[in-house]
């Protein structure tokens, strides 16, 4: 499919983006905003004002996944607080140390929250998160990292995966599906965990292809479509016809080979069957398993404005309606059926009658 859309935004600070720029990445783009909150005397009320810090995981904005779901929730904050807002695109196989100069550069701008999108900052924001400590810091998707002010925000993307699981294995009509990770890692395999699960649930006898583009995040497993698309071919050629990608900006090629063979796919992340560059595509997607991945960013962004910066672990769950599945195509609501066993399984997760793996 190429390389993501990028986008141009108004830029104030020319001078600040342009050191940010050099020394941290790819800048998607700056808005300050005259009219910004301003908050009490406070450190944290104060550094708000200053806006957000968004730095992009591997694929950048655009990937109509995982990185535009924080960018849906960078957007609402800074316009329901009226706050200013940088958001950093990462470099092609960047190190820790890139990284640990974005997340620098944020903070000596004045910046906060800022906030890792990705478990690739863990490295960088335990450098640098001690040194500014009137800074709140977010990570989405880890739990190693521990500070007086960084809040891990999490999820439990298996139960979501497990939805999808079940979705389908009523759905395939050959008892063949197929499930396909961008980087072969522990978060990663909770959704084929869950998947499979969901799968097995349903009808233990389904076969399920399982699949991991690249052993490490830099070979470009959440940023090459055209990796998603080859492991898709492969297999659809197998006879799976109902695939499920975990794959960022990679799960674009999946959807793409997917529909080109009149087959279902399931989304991740956002709801893919809404994002316009998929537009073409989108009779083929027959659902999302949706992370709230902007609603994370948003709350982070609200408690600092509020004066009372959240920390510590916040794991979101199907209880909590910050992980699920989206009803968007017409397709899904007309499977009776399909939509009757998601709704079981889910209030079997919620009551806890269901323990759906991780690994």
């Given at each position: ?8 935004r ?26 910004a ?13 200053k806006g ?31 706050l200013g ?28 929250p ?13 450098e ?17 990292v ?15 995966s497990y ?32 998947f ?17 583009l690249?052993e ?15 492991a ?6 197998k006879?799976?016809d109902?695939?499920?990608a ?9 959807i793409e ?10 989304g991740?992340?956002?709801?893919q ?5 998929l ?8 659902t999302?398993?949706?992370k709230?991945?902007?609603g ?8 600092v ?29 007309k ?25």
């Open positions: 499919m190429g390389h993501k859309s990028r986008f141009t108004v830029a104030v600070g020319v001078a600040a983006l342009a050191l940010a720029a050099t020394a941290c990445g790819k800048t998607s783009g700056e808005a300050e905003k005259d009219d909150k301003k908050g009490g005397d406070s450190s944290a009320s104060a550094a708000a004002s957000i810090g968004l730095a992009y995981d591997v694929g950048g904005r655009g990937d109509q996944s995982f990185n535009d779901a924080a960018y849906s929730g960078f957007e609402k904050a800074r316009g329901e607080f009226q807002g940088q958001d950093v695109e990462p470099q092609d196989g960047e190190s820790d140390a890139d990284k640990v100069a974005r997340l620098t550069q944020l903070a000596k701008n004045g910046y906060n800022i906030i890792g999108v990705g478990f690739a900052y863990a490295p960088a924001l335990k640098v998160a001690p040194k500014y400590p009137k800074t709140t810091f977010g990570i989405i998707d880890d739990d190693t521990k500070g007086d002010n960084v809040a891990d925000l999490v999820f439990h993307e298996e139960q979501g939805l999808a699981g079940v979705v389908a294995a009523k759905a395939t009509k050959k008892k063949h599906v197929g499930f396909i990770g961008g980087v072969d890692v522990p978060l990663i395999h909770k959704f084929g965990a869950g499979k699960a969901g799968v097995a649930s349903v009808d233990p006898k389904i076969k399920v292809e399982e699949q991991y690249t490490k995040a830099e070979d470009g497993g959440f940023s090459s479509p055209n990796l998603g698309k080859e898709a071919k492969g297999q659809l050629d006879g799976a109902v695939l499920y975990a794959a960022g900006l990679s799960g674009q090629g999946v080979e997917a529909a080109a063979a009149k087959k279902w796919v399931i991740v992340d956002s709801d069957y809404n994002q316009k560059p537009a073409k595509y989108k009779q083929y997607i027959l999302s398993v949706l709230d991945v902007g994370a960013v948003y709350d982070l962004t609200k408690s404005v509020d004066g009372s910066p959240k920390t510590g672990e916040t794991r979101f769950d199907l209880a909590s309606g910050r992980v699920g599945l989206s009803e968007s195509n017409p397709a899904y609501g499977m009776t059926d399909v939509v009757a066993a998601v709704k079981k399984a889910e209030e079997d997760i919620k009551a806890g009658r269901i323990d759906v793996p991780t690994s």
